[in-house]
């Protein structure tokens, strides 16, 4: 991505007085060719930018001044520092190269940096058949902003049943589940997530948030995504699967099919969750010649009768 490389050889210009194209093409793993046509390229763009010709030539920023980023605007700031997080879709030289440019910067922005490239989860898996949104929800910029600057937020929000309230959170991080964007927070009344579709209004406060130390998005969001998964799918059932019966029992249950060990007839364990047992036994009954259900006696049962109707309809 040509403008992800723009961005890292500005910073490398701001953290030094002077570069040489050679030394950009070592930083950002490309050749000296395309490392003269990027810094050519910040040049016809605007950027202060002059070349030295000579043995100790190179580039400079007019005047040899470093620029300390407070002429960006909290959505450019926010733009640059997401090139090097984890939910970033650079590719990982250019991820690399951001990063060390990062721990360059002066410790306000480098905090700001790190504090960015912590605050987006991405997870592609959908809530089962969850609808596609068009566009980012309204108040997506503003609540990473204040994750970023690590501020609270006074929230407005509209539940599932249309019940409007306010409160004040502590936004700990974002993340994208499919096509649905959700704010991790920290309220009063604990750790809650909402999603940010529903939220109404957001207005940033000039207090801190209280961040918990040991607080890592990922890992929060797995126990987060695992808890709503079981209030979606209460039931749980043991099961035998063939091994040439997973590939499909993985495409028709996604999440909600959890992957155990061999037995020793080499079939694999698995336990797979449900609304109820009649949808769960209807799911699974076209899988009995790969799949055998061992518990609980209900869902057994449910299969049973399915199977006798299946035989005096169509046998």
């Not at 922005?109 to 898996?125: G, H, I, K, W, Y």
């Not at 309204?138 to 929230?155: C, E, K, N, S, T």
């Not at 929000?157 to 096509?179: C, F, N, S, W």
């Amino acid at each position: 991505m040509r403008t992800d490389r723009l961005v890292a050889v500005l910073l490398l210009l701001q953290r030094r007085e002077q570069v040489t194209a050679a030394e950009v093409a070592r930083e950002l793993e490309v050749s000296e060719r395309t490392a003269r046509r990027d810094l050519d390229a910040l040049a016809m763009a605007g950027v202060p930018l002059y070349s030295l010709q000579g043995r100790s030539g190179g580039w400079r920023l007019v005047g040899g001044a470093r620029t300390d980023l407070s002429g960006l605007t909290a959505s450019e700031a926010r733009a640059l520092f997401l090139v090097a997080g984890p939910a970033s879709t650079a590719t990982p030289t250019v991820k690399a190269a951001l990063r060390k440019l990062v721990q360059a910067l002066p410790e306000p922005f480098r905090l700001q940096a790190e504090a960015a490239a912590s605050s987006l989860v991405t997870d592609p898996q959908r809530w089962g058949a969850s609808r596609i949104e068009q566009r980012p929800p309204r108040f997506l910029d503003a609540l990473q902003d204040a994750v970023i600057r690590g501020v609270q937020v006074r929230l407005g929000y509209v539940d599932g049943k249309g019940v409007e309230t306010e409160r004040t959170v502590h936004p700990l991080g974002i993340v994208a589940k499919g096509p649905s964007w959700y704010l991790v927070s920290h309220t009063e009344a604990g750790r809650r997530t909402f999603r940010i579709d529903r939220v109404s209004s957001a207005d940033p406060t000039d207090d801190p948030v209280h961040r918990p130390e040991d607080f890592d998005l990922a890992e929060s969001w797995h126990e987060i995504a695992d808890e709503i998964e079981r209030r979606r799918a209460p039931l749980e059932i043991q099961a035998l699967c063939e091994p040439h019966g997973m590939y499909l029992l993985r495409m028709m249950l996604g999440s909600r099919l959890q992957v155990g060990g061999s037995t020793t007839d080499g079939r694999i364990e698995v336990l797979i969750r449900g609304h109820n047992e009649y949808a769960l036994a209807g799911e699974l009954a076209g899988l009995v010649e790969w799949l055998e259900v061992t518990g609980p006696p209900g869902v057994r049962d449910q299969l049973a009768s399915i199977g006798t109707a299946l035989v005096e309809r169509y046998g």
